[in-house]
Structures are given as C-alpha cells and as structure tokens.
C-alpha cells in the first residue's frame, strides 16, 4: 500500500479518533456513530474483504467504546448527573440486548449490518434534525416490563450498530421528560454496559475467520483501536465541558445530518 494512502488513513483515524472522544462527552455516547462509517470507508483501500468490513468495522468501534464511555462516566459521575436508579435498573437488560446483536452478527452478512445501521441512523437523524421540545410520551419514565423491554432494545440494536447506546438512550429519557444534561450523563453509563460485553461478543462471534485483517482478534482490528484510543481518552474530557456549557440545539442539528448523511451513503452502497 503507498505511503500517501497509509498517511490519508492515519489522518482519517485519528480526526474520526477527536470527533468520537468529543461527541462521547458532549452526547454521552462512543462515538461509534462517526467511527463505524469511518472505518468502514477506510478499510476499502486496504483490500478488507467486503464480507468482514461492515463487522470488523463495528467490533472496532465497540472496543473503542470501552475507554470512552467509561471516562465519559466518570466525569459526568462527578459532577452528580447520573440517574443511577435507571442505570441500575438497564444492568441485566442492555447487556441481554448486546449479548443476542453478538449471537446476530455471527450469522448476519455485510450487506445486513449496512441496512440496520442505515435504518436506525436515518430514524435517528430525522428526530435530531427536526427534534421539538414539545415531543414528550410522558412525564415519568415507565417502570418494568416496558423498562426491561427498552433497555434490552438500546443493547441490541446499539451493538448491531457499533455505537454506545447514548443516541438512543438520550432519545429515550428526553421523551419522558428528563433534562438533556442528565439523559447525557446517564448515557455515558448505558455505554459501559454495551462496550463492554459487546467487545467481547464481537472477538467471540469473527473468531477464527480467515478473511481478518492482520491484528484482528475476532471482529476487533487492534491497529484501528492503538490509533484512536489515545485521542479519545485525551479529548473526551473536553466534550464534558462543553456538554455542561452551552445550548445543545445546533449540535443535534448538525449530529443529526451527519446521520442523514451516513445513511444515505449505506443505503446507495446497498442499492446504487
């Protein structure tokens, strides 16, 4: 591979790397929303055989997760936002959810994690982009078994995606009325419980298959995860910050057409 294209890739890294580690703070989610089309795009100069990339691209991303999320947690922690009664009550469901996405992405194709991360992205980005105050459920976040069935939700379809849950999470308590600072706050928590148990469900479900990149340990690639983990640790604490001053609308607008945009260039990968 030239060195020009191996530069253009550490450079695209490490930028998706200050991009995940700030949106992790800001959003309380991995970042796995910019680093798994990132990383799928990526590795296509590599010679990444199309049947692992989509998966590789999300264990990798999961793997990321890990040391986001928790430094995420711990400074959102710090400052009292966490709602730890909900956290406490999403410990066996959003592990349950992650622990069924890893028995799917087993099985599942290329083309298939491609159309589920292009549907909830577009899902997702059209409630950012055009979010009102005004859209509420309720003003009580409901008990179980509507609690369990949400949080197992959040699990497996964050881990088909290779994101931390945050996205969907913070959706799911601003309808309920929860202040943003706390749904992202809280989020940061989910995504401990899908980065963690979703890493491991990643190795276990590309083990052994002989398309792997070199440095793979099932659908993890360690090389992507040695460039960005770095980044994200350092910059993260920085989107904390910012996450506690300044008004969040015209970062979901933006977020959420970034989601658009992802999602239309899946779906032209699947269809065009």
């Known amino acids: 591979m030239p060195l020009t294209e191996i530069l253009s890739f550490a450079a695209g890294v490490a930028a998706a790397g200050v991009v995940s580690g700030l949106l992790a703070g800001i959003f309380g989610i991995g970042g796995g929303a910019v680093l798994v ?37 711990q400074g959102h922690h710090a400052r009292g936002a966490v709602d730890m009664e909900l956290l406490r009550s999403f410990l066996v469901p959003v592990p349950a959810g992650v622990i069924v996405a890893a028995l799917i992405a087993a099985y599942i194709s290329s083309e298939g994690l491609r159309l589920i991360f292009a549907l909830i992205a577009l899902a997702v980005g059209l409630r950012l982009a055009f979010n009102r105050e005004s859209w509420r459920l309720g003003r009580t976040i409901p008990g179980n078994p509507w609690r ?79 460039l960005i983990f770095p980044i994200t640790i350092l910059v993260t604490p920085f989107g904390v910050r910012i996450a506690h001053a300044m008004k969040r609308r015209h970062l979901e607008i933006a977020f959420g057409s970034f989601l658009l945009f992802v999602s239309a260039r899946f779906f032209i990968s699947l269809y065009g």
Not at 197 to 223: C, E, F, H, K, R
């Open 148 to 226: 369990v069935i949400i949080g197992f939700l959040i699990g497996l379809f964050s881990a088909l995606m290779g994101i931390g849950g945050g996205v969907m999470n913070n959706t799911f308590m601003s309808l309920y009325g929860r202040q943003m600072h706390q749904a992202v706050a809280t989020s940061s928590g989910v995504g401990v419980l899908i980065a963690i148990p979703g890493t491991i469900g990643y190795v276990w479900a590309g083990w052994g298959d002989p398309l792997l990149p070199v440095a793979s340990t099932g659908y993890v690639n360690w090389i992507a995860v040695g």
């Open 37 to 73: 089309p990132v990383f799928y795009q990526a590795m296509g100069p590599l010679g990444i055989d199309e049947a692992v990339r989509m998966h590789v691209a999300v264990g990798s991303s999961l793997a990321l997760i890990v040391p986001t999320s928790l430094r995420s947690f």
